[in-house]
């Protein structure tokens, strides 16, 4: 009698991989500053400050590998009676 066997080291019946970017921001601000030298050091105040553009890209999520298979059922169904019988 002969008996055949598979040896399955990593089995993975299922791999799903997903490719998420996440997303660059950029943004352009106006800075005005005064810098005042004493003997001490130096003295830096903003004077004003503001944001004039800015720009986001969305988050890109997708499915690179899927190899997922749904599982068939091969039970027969089941029929039940309403309760009513015909005789």
Do not use: H
């Not at 598979?6 to 106006?30: E, G, H, Q």
Request: hydrophobic share 45%; with cysteine; net charge positive.
């Amino acid at each position: 009698m002969i008996e055949s066997f598979v040896l399955c080291l990593f089995c993975i019946d299922r791999l799903k991989m997903f490719l998420r970017l996440t997303p660059i921001k950029l943004r352009l601000y106006a800075l005005v500053t005064l810098e005042i030298d004493v003997f001490i050091g130096t003295i830096k105040l903003t004077l004003f400050k503001v944001k004039l553009w800015q720009f986001q890209t969305a988050t890109i999520r997708k499915p690179i590998i899927d190899n997922s298979k749904p599982e068939e059922d091969l039970t027969p169904p089941q029929l039940q009676t309403a309760g009513v019988s015909f005789d």
